[in-house]
């Protein structure tokens, strides 16, 4: 593992990186469903973004945090979808009361199996050997767990948590991410937020002993781990002050700012093992680079083959 520099050379960062995030050349259509599996009578809410193509689609499947609604985080389907890769926003059905993480994983399970075929309801192709999860915090760990039990082309969390229900600690309910991490096989990139540690009310939002530094810890690598100087755990989210639930959260310096920089890398980390565009990749390096030595970041990596 190296800890804090990025060892790659030869790298010059172009002017359009700094647009990464931006829109991409695709025009972009949405719909909305629900897919129902009566076996376990469950039920998720899927806005599919997608870009308008009659060929097979790389996809990614974007699991919300604690409480929140896949629509919440619209900006990054939309990115996502412009730049050639379809996008499902997720809508998981739980309350604040009975959350069960083990429900949550099949829940995800189920879409993977699932959406291809229910997309073409839509004439919306998935090629369902390109796919990758993205998820924030709760959604992050969903990902995780996901990804340790089936094949995908790449993770990434944002500011995950390896927790269960504020104030209850159950290992059945709540199996522990972190612990299965070694199962991970896909190319993994953990955002941290600087202050998603930090005690507003009661408890942090991210945990120091259930966050984005554990999983990176136990990832077996590849992995890039990320800390954003000054970013919010909600930041992640098209509108950070979304009122009760985001208030809990201690809040980021700027986080119109944190947001697009944290699309700019996943959008980039996708790019690469989901097209198999290697200059993304290349970009990637050299922006993390860039912000490493403008301390704007904090940065790690475990090396492997596919990173």
């Known amino acids: 593992m190296k800890m804090g520099?990025?060892?790659?050379?030869?790298?010059?960062?172009?002017?359009?990186?700094?647009?990464?995030?931006?829109?991409?050349?695709?025009?972009?259509?949405?719909?909305?469903?629900?897919?129902?599996?009566?076996?376990?009578?469950?039920?998720?809410?899927?806005?599919?973004i997608y870009p308008k193509s009659f060929e097979s689609l790389p996809w990614v499947v974007f699991s919300p945090g604690f409480l929140f609604t896949g629509p919440a985080y619209r900006?990054?389907?939309?990115?996502?979808?412009?730049?050639?890769?379809?996008?499902?926003?997720?809508?998981?059905?739980y309350s604040l009361f009975n959350p069960d993480h083990r429900v949550l994983v099949r829940d995800l399970l189920f879409v993977l199996d699932t959406l291809p075929q229910e997309a073409r309801r839509y004439d919306v192709r998935l090629d369902p050997s390109r796919v990758g999860l993205v998820g924030h915090s709760l959604g992050g760990k969903i990902s995780f767990l996901a990804a340790?039990?089936?094949?995908?082309?790449?993770?990434?969390?944002l500011d995950p948590v390896d927790g269960g229900a504020p104030g209850v600690t159950?290992?059945?309910?709540?199996?522990?991410?972190?612990?299965?991490?070694?199962?991970?096989?896909?190319?993994?990139?953990?955002?941290?937020?600087?202050?998603?540690?930090r005690v507003k009310f009661g408890t942090p939002?991210?945990?120091?002993?259930?966050?984005?530094?554990?999983?990176?810890?136990?990832?077996?690598?590849?992995?890039?781990?990320?800390?954003?100087?000054?970013?919010?755990?909600?930041?992640?989210?098209?509108?950070?002050?979304?009122?009760?639930l985001c208030s809990v959260c201690w809040p980021g310096d700027d986080p119109a700012t944190a947001r697009a920089q944290a699309q700019s890398y996943v959008l980039l980390f996708l790019q690469g093992h989901l097209l198999g565009e290697e200059e993304a990749l290349v970009e990637l390096r050299a922006l993390l680079s860039q912000d490493v030595q403008a301390a704007r970041i904090g940065f790690r990596e475990k090396l492997g083959p596919s990173i």
């Open 5 to 48: 520099k990025i060892p790659w050379v030869g790298l010059v960062l172009v002017g359009a990186l700094a647009l990464a995030a931006e829109r991409g050349p695709w025009a972009i259509g949405e719909v909305n469903f629900v897919l129902q599996d009566p076996a376990r009578g469950r039920k998720v809410e899927v806005l599919l």
């Open 170 to 197: 159950n290992p059945v309910r709540f199996p522990s991410a972190v612990a299965v991490m070694g199962s991970v096989r896909a190319p993994v990139l953990l955002l941290g937020a600087e202050y998603g540690e």
């Open 75 to 93: 900006s990054w389907g939309e990115i996502f979808a412009s730049h050639g890769m379809a996008t499902a926003l997720l809508s998981y059905t």
């Open 148 to 157: 340790a039990e089936r094949d995908v082309r790449a993770v990434a969390g």
């Open 205 to 244: 939002c991210a945990p120091p002993d259930a966050n984005f530094r554990k999983f990176f810890e136990a990832a077996p690598g590849p992995a890039l781990e990320v800390e954003q100087r000054g970013a919010g755990h909600v930041d992640y989210l098209d509108n950070p002050n979304c009122g009760l």
